[in-house]
């Protein structure tokens, strides 16, 4: 039973063909848009490399412009077969390309169907990586001078005035790091003797944030130091205050910006799915049609185009008994060359066998 | 003597005819762009009016707008006569549009010209208006509760950040200000009765200046409040300190950016003028190559094509001769009817 059977006559095979030239052009714009995508999102995460301990979320623009490139390849090449599919004597030599053709189409909707779900999945590989990244950068923030990590702290800066975010779950977490390059401290100083010894690790931490935590929103200048001492500062309460500095921390602010780039490409890629799936479902059409339609007596009469010549078990049970026969000619193969080797010698049994009797019957 | 007269045969025509029509397209898509850099202008300058106390003058992109959808109009026309000019049954009913319609291409051109010019030379009075605008927007920072002023702070925290400059000429700006609101200060303190003693106005002055003016470059944590006392910071001395706040004034950033904006326009509307006039000297010849036909019945006869019927000084004493008739054509009217008021 053939799967999705439907008569074409010469005036429906030429308009299939004129359609679906015109929508492998439109399928090539859209392995251009993949693309274009791919390179997109991968520019944007490595702008922020630095805050990235690890780059496990690169597999999602690697794998969409990889996609996009084969994409407009394999849809050029069905602008080509459609040009000649109309033509008896150019069309033959697509026969073989065709079969390969398909499975290349069916494996880039599969590896992008693969891209949506991914960049569902990563989403808790890139927050740890973004967690891991941003306590770096915030511990090395002081390191201005050390080569490597001179620039951290302009980095820390721009991204906290950019994503108007502060700190890694938010601006608590500069209180328990010393941000302030000892560089700039007087150690002779009471001050930062008692802030110094007040820890463990002798590090001088303050109840203090940079500045570019700052909310420009606040109706009062920034209040940076001395943020939980309410006596410090006049009509002033630490528990009540909320626009004075960024409330969001840095590390969900990326991720709601990576999440929503990903999410607002989602039906991109699944309109190009769509795309793919019918440019590879009218090609089927077109190359049984007009093979059928060469196949006649009247190039010109009516064919039938089909999906699939059986059924979709039929057609199953066909390719796995062409997979193992392809495996067991490689085995017979094997095998054969030892019969070879016994094969003389069984002839020479039965030239024996033969030649042993004869002389009792003679 | 005809001015430039070119010999045309029709397949000359054709290809002219064909030529102009395609560079009228060009055209159109041209005074789509200049359109659209108006707007582009006129939504930057409203993006800062804050800025600018709302007294920018829109007059530049209102300009290049109006100008912008004249130029599509006109070139769209002139593609649909080019076009039609195969067509001698068409091209007659355009005929005696065509004269008026050049002349007034001609001084649309001249137009387009000195809005070109305009461009490069209204960023004087630009100048002053930032200075003034910038010098009163600092004066309001601190009303955040001032209705009407009270996002004066965010707009120029977020533009000294964004242009990367601190104050109008300087950083020093601010020290002449007050720029904390009256409501975060404790007036029973003594340092904030000095600071306000120490003034005519009575303002808490402080050597200071917001958040927005530090420099995430600097390799220490900013310095914000007391810059010109050396000993109130470790190992800071201000007259050497570089990196700490943005150096550069605001005005001129703005000015910078703004410049930059009206250059590149400037330079694209030269180009489009150059177009334009292109395309008007195309639609002269293809209008005096078809008015010339050696034989009027023969459409594949040869024609001549020119620039100007007569030379440029006979043209010019003609078009004054004409100007002068006309004046003078109102004039006899008038004596016409006074005569014949007296006689009557």
Redesign the interface.
């Known amino acids: 039973m053939t799967l999705l059977k439907m008569k074409f006559n010469q005036q429906r095979r030429v308009r299939l063909a004129q359609g679906l030239w015109l929508m492998s052009w439109v399928a090539v714009m859209c392995g251009a848009f993949i693309f274009c995508l791919g390179v997109y999102l991968k520019t944007e995460l490595l702008r922020r490399a630095e805050v990235m301990d690890n780059t496990e979320i690169h597999i999602v623009p690697n794998i969409l412009m990889m996609v996009g490139l084969a994409s407009i390849g394999t849809n050029w090449v069905a602008t080509r077969v459609c040009q000649d599919s109309l033509d008896a004597s150019r069309f033959p030599r697509w026969k073989v390309l065709l079969l390969a053709w398909f499975a290349v189409a069916a494996l880039l909707c599969c590896l992008l169907l693969a891209v949506v779900v991914l960049s569902y999945a990563l989403q808790g590989r890139l927050e740890e990586s973004l967690k891991e990244g941003l306590r770096n950068g915030i511990r090395f923030y002081k390191d201005?001078?050390v080569p490597g990590r001179?620039f951290q702290?302009?980095t820390i800066?721009?991204l906290q005035?950019e994503f108007r975010c502060c700190g890694n779950n938010n601006f608590k977490d500069w209180f328990e790091v010393q941000?302030?390059?000892n560089?700039?401290?007087?150690f002779t100083?009471q001050e930062v003797k008692d802030r110094f010894r007040s820890n463990v690790d002798r590090r001088y931490l303050l109840d203090g944030v940079?500045?570019?935590c700052?909310n420009?929103?606040s109706?009062?200048?920034?209040l940076?130091y001395h943020l939980t001492d309410n006596a410090a500062?006049?009509?002033y309460d630490y528990h009540a205050e909320e626009l004075n500095l960024y409330n969001r921390g840095c590390r969900r602010a990326l991720i709601d910006y990576y999440m929503g780039l990903m999410n607002s490409t989602g039906p991109g890629v699944l309109s190009v799915i769509l795309i793919q799936m019918t440019v590879l479902l009218s090609l089927r059409f077109l190359q049984t049609a007009v093979e059928g339609a060469m196949a006649l007596e009247n190039p010109e009469d009516e064919s039938e185009g089909y999906i699939l010549e059986k059924g979709v078990k039929e057609t199953f049970e066909d390719v796995k008994a062409m997979v193992l026969s392809m495996l067991k000619f490689a085995q017979v193969d094997a095998s054969e060359v030892q019969p070879a080797a016994e094969d003389p010698e069984k002839a020479d049994e039965t030239t024996e066998k033969a030649a042993s009797p004869t002389p009792a019957s003679s | 003597m005809a001015l430039m007269v070119v010999k045309f045969d029709l397949k000359k025509r054709v290809k002219l005819a064909q030529t102009v029509w395609f560079m009228y397209w060009f055209a159109v898509l041209a005074g789509i762009l200049v359109l659209s850099l108006g707007l582009f202008f006129k939504v930057e300058l409203r993006k800062r009016s804050e800025l600018m106390d709302n007294n920018e003058s829109h007059f530049l992109p209102n300009l290049l707008i109006f100008m912008g959808l004249i130029a599509c109009g006109i070139n769209a026309f002139g593609g649909k006569v080019c076009y039609d000019s195969l067509d001698p049954t068409k091209f007659v009913k355009w005929k005696p549009m065509l004269k008026p319609f050049l002349a007034f291409c001609v001084v649309f051109n001249a137009l387009l010209f000195v809005t070109a010019l305009l461009c490069f030379v209204m960023r004087i009075p630009l100048q002053f208006t930032l200075a003034e605008g910038l010098r009163n927007g600092m004066k309001f920072y601190k009303d955040?509760?001032t209705p009407g002023r009270?996002y004066m702070?965010?707009t120029l925290?977020?533009m000294q950040?964004e242009f990367r400059c601190c104050g109008n000429d300087n950083y020093r700006d601010w020290f002449e200000i007050q720029?904390?609101?009256n409501?975060?200060?404790?007036f029973s303190?003594k340092e904030v009765k000095d600071r306000i003693g120490s003034n005519v106005d009575g303002q808490y002055l402080m050597d200071g200046v917001?958040?927005?003016c530090?420099n995430?470059?600097s390799?220490?944590?900013?310095i914000?409040l007391q810059m010109t006392n050396n000993s109130a910071?470790?190992?800071y001395d201000h007259y050497t300190e570089e990196l700490n706040v943005w150096k550069r004034g605001c005005r001129d950033a703005l000015l910078s950016y703004y410049g930059g904006i009206m250059n590149t326009i400037g330079a694209l509307v030269v180009l489009v003028t150059m177009l334009e006039v292109a395309v008007t000297v195309g639609l002269q010849y293809v209008n005096s190559s078809l008015s010339t036909l050696a034989n009027p019945e023969d459409i594949e006869s040869e024609s001549e094509g020119y620039l100007l019927e007569k030379t440029v000084k006979e043209t010019f004493t003609d078009v004054m001769a004409k100007m002068k008739a006309m004046g003078k054509g109102g004039k006899v009217e008038e004596g016409g009817e006074e005569a014949v008021a007296t006689v009557s």
């Open positions: 201005t001078d001179c702290k302009e800066d721009h005035m941000w302030v390059s560089r700039y401290l007087d100083s940079p500045f570019s700052c420009p929103a109706p009062r200048p920034c940076q500062h006049f009509n | 955040t509760d009270c702070k965010r925290d977020l950040m720029w904390v609101s409501r975060y200060l404790d303190a917001p958040f927005s530090c995430p470059g390799p220490r944590p900013c914000q910071h470790y190992s």
